[in-house]
């Protein structure tokens, strides 16, 4: 929803410039600032009674004009002409755009030099007609916006020769212009999505393929489009844009067939369009050779399986020694070993499916996030540092617990509320694990997809469901004595490094003024917890020090300071570009090998690969000599452009690392790279 406000903030505030800027056009004074897209009327050649003008618009660096349908931002360009009796300007034709996406917002641009063709039917008899246009259009960098506007004149001679440079400028830019397409496309459009059927002959190549759509408000323009081939069809699939109730009678769209600047003119109307086809490259984002999806049954054994591995992970572990405790406690009763077990299982369960409907739900209406997503708000990461923090506290002695209910210690709500924080905790490590699965979870249905979810969560319950329920797995615990009261306390240390690890990550997402703020609210918590402890140990009601500590950290992390701008990557040894989708394009046409690198900070294993693997002296020397282009997509916080691309590559989070050869064909490596596994590959 915020997005959604935020574009039609930024459309309001554009059409207002334009709207001031034409209200104060009168009072300017007489030297007016030089535009940032400089305009000029150029007369083209003339067959008969027909001529061609060319709007030339030149931007200057780091500036850029828009296409007709501007996306999500913008305005195209306005045209008032003046023209002698018996002559008639026609359609703009524009050359196909670029697109360019801004916090989210995706814009339909032009970034060079280009010119916007206009035809001319010229009276009979005409030799001389001249002709004159307002021209108002906005000029933009990713900051801000000028509204601009010139009165342009120019005269079109008929019978006379042609100057050859400008024969040759009109030449390419007729060039630029999308071809018309010989037959029309078919389209269907529902509440969810658009699907056109083009005829496109199979032979022709498709680099990087958009659908741009002229008309307004139809699409979403920011989601993911997905292409297939069917033969001599081009199968398009664009979401709808939220709230959208447009419908259409006929649809004209331009498709982009590279990053050169190659494209087709469309024109669709209502009509069948058929389903499956083989999926589309789209800048390396889906490798030609990936598989299609396992079965259903080996997918949830994948997830099960890595569920299970989980728990050896160190992600997990300061919250099971938790669980630990309670087992050895629960020795005494075989009832109530078996009634924790499942409350545990239920909790870890209960996550799984809520994080996996959040998701699901959350990328249905349009949102780029991936699995693990909740760690990418700093909220919440600054929410599980205070729990974190509690339960080291908890763990030392400083307080009880001893609220009744879910937070009862040895309860079933207890056992099911640490079911609960232990998979939370658990979901950024499960890429290496079980990549493929939580990737088909994106792409399946919902009901599959929910059960590869609850799949994941037994595998990571299913140690303790075991120790529940097999007696003799459960003899082999220690007998509960004072042998745990120092257990616990040994506890409380990987307990604290979870908690040193999340205000790592706190700095991480939102500087160092969120991180003195979460550290001054870490030390108010500690010290209402000792309070706490201290009247427990009275034997008194501990009422208010309770309240008051909710209090404090619902009021401390509503208010929280808003997070800065993502930390720059620190490289080592390795000379990595920020990832986008226009510089991998870039980098794939250079002939050079290239290795995409997708990580986040509160990814472990992106951690132990980059030690290992990646940020080594072999590596970086192999990388040097085979000039390697190395871009690095950092997913700390949550990027749009890289959930698409990991969508794209079948993943459901990082890590992910993708290698592109001198061909540009895509392959992806393993999520768990070995130290020479890079150097071998740039020397090959």
């Known amino acids: 929803m915020e997005t959604r406000r935020y574009r039609l903030l930024v459309t309001a505030l554009c059409h207002l410039a334009v709207l001031m800027g034409a209200l104060l056009a009168g009072a300017a004074p007489a030297r007016a600032a030089a535009p940032h897209i400089a305009a000029e009327l150029v007369a083209g050649p003339v067959s008969g009674r027909e001529a061609m003008l060319a709007i030339r618009m030149t931007p200057e660096p780091g500036w850029h004009g828009y296409w007709l ?12 002409w003046d023209l002698p009796a ?87 830019w007729t060039r630029a212009l999308p071809a018309p397409l010989d037959a029309d496309a078919a389209f269907a459009l529902d509440g969810k999505a658009l699907r056109l059927a083009i005829p496109l002959p199979a032979s022709v190549a498709l680099d990087a393929p958009h659908l741009f759509v002229a008309q307004d408000k139809l699409v979403d323009y920011a989601a993911p489009q997905r292409f297939a081939r069917k033969g001599d069809l081009l199968l398009v699939t664009i979401p709808r844009a939220r709230f959208a109730t447009r419908e259409a009678e006929r649809i004209d769209a331009v498709l982009r067939l590279d990053d050169a600047g190659d494209g087709i003119a469309v024109t669709a109307r209502p009509g069948a369009v058929p389903g499956g086809g083989v999926p589309v490259a789209m800048d390396g984002a889906v490798p030609p050779d990936l598989p299609p999806l396992p079965p259903l049954p080996w997918l949830l054994l994948a997830a099960l399986a890595g569920g299970l591995l989980l728990n050896v992970m160190p992600c997990v572990f300061p919250i099971l020694s938790l669980k630990a405790l309670s087992l050895a406690r629960a020795g005494e009763s075989e009832a109530h070993a078996r009634i924790e077990g499942l409350s545990y299982a239920a909790g870890v369960i209960a996550c799984c499916l809520g994080l996996g409907a959040a998701l699901l739900t959350l990328r249905a209406g349009g949102e780029q996030v991936g699995w693990a997503f909740q760690l990418q708000e700093p909220a919440v990461v600054v929410a599980l540092f205070a729990l974190s923090a509690a339960i080291t506290a908890n ?41 493929s699965a939580m990737g088909a979870a994106l792409l399946l249905p919902v009901a599959p997809a929910l059960c590869l979810f609850a799949a994941l969560g037994l595998g990571i319950a299913l140690p303790f469901l075991a120790i529940a329920f097999v007696p003799a797995l459960r003899a082999r615990l220690p007998r509960p004595g004072r042998w745990m009261a120092t257990f616990r306390r040994i506890m409380a240390v990987p307990m604290a490094l979870t908690a040193a690890a999340l205000a790592w990550l706190v700095w991480r997402l939102g500087g160092y003024p969120a991180l003195a703020y979460v550290l001054a609210l870490g030390a108010l918590v500690l010290a209402l917890l000792a309070l706490l402890g201290r009247e427990q140990r009275r034997g008194k009601r501990a009422l208010v020090p309770a309240l008051a500590l909710l209090a404090v950290l619902g009021v401390g992390i509503a208010t929280m300071p808003q997070p800065q701008e993502p930390r720059r990557f620190e490289a080592t040894y390795i000379d990595a570009r920020p990832f986008s989708a226009q510089a991998l394009a870039a980098a794939r046409r250079s002939g050079k090998p290239v290795f995409v690198w997708m990580t986040a900070d509160w990814c472990l294993t992106c951690k132990v690969n980059e030690e290992v693997a990646i940020e080594r002296l072999d590596t970086q020397a192999a990388f040097e000599k085979a000039g390697v282009v190395v871009l690095r997509g950092d997913w700390t916080r949550r990027d749009p452009e890289i959930t698409r691309y990991l969508t794209a590559q079948g993943a459901a989070g990082v890590p992910l690392y993708v290698w592109y050869d001198r061909k540009g064909a895509a392959q992806q490596l393993p999520q768990v790279l070995t130290p020479a596994l890079l150097a071998d590959r740039a020397a090959q």
Request: proline share 9%; net charge negative; charged share 10%.
């Open 86 to 172: 018996g002559v008639a300007a026609g359609a703009p034709r524009y050359p196909v755009p670029a697109t360019l996406l801004v916090q989210g917002l995706m814009n339909h641009v032009y970034e060079h030099a280009y010119a916007v063709l206009v035809p001319v039917t010229l009276p009979a008899g005409a030799s001389r007609v001249p002709v004159r246009v307002k021209a108002q259009w906005l000029a933009c960098t990713e900051q801000i916006c000028v509204p601009e506007r010139a009165e342009l004149a120019t005269e079109i001679v008929a019978g006379g020769a042609q100057d050859r440079s400008a024969t040759a400028a009109f030449d390419a």
């Open 69 to 80: 349908n501007p996306g999500d931002a913008g305005l195209g360009m306005q045209l008032d």
């Open 395 to 435: 763990l030392l002695g400083l307080f009880e617990f001893t609220l009744p209910g879910f937070a009862a210690a040895g309860s079933p709500q207890g056992a099911f509320a640490t079911g609960l924080l232990a998979a939370f905790v658990a979901t950024p490590c499960t890429g290496p694990f079980m990549a």
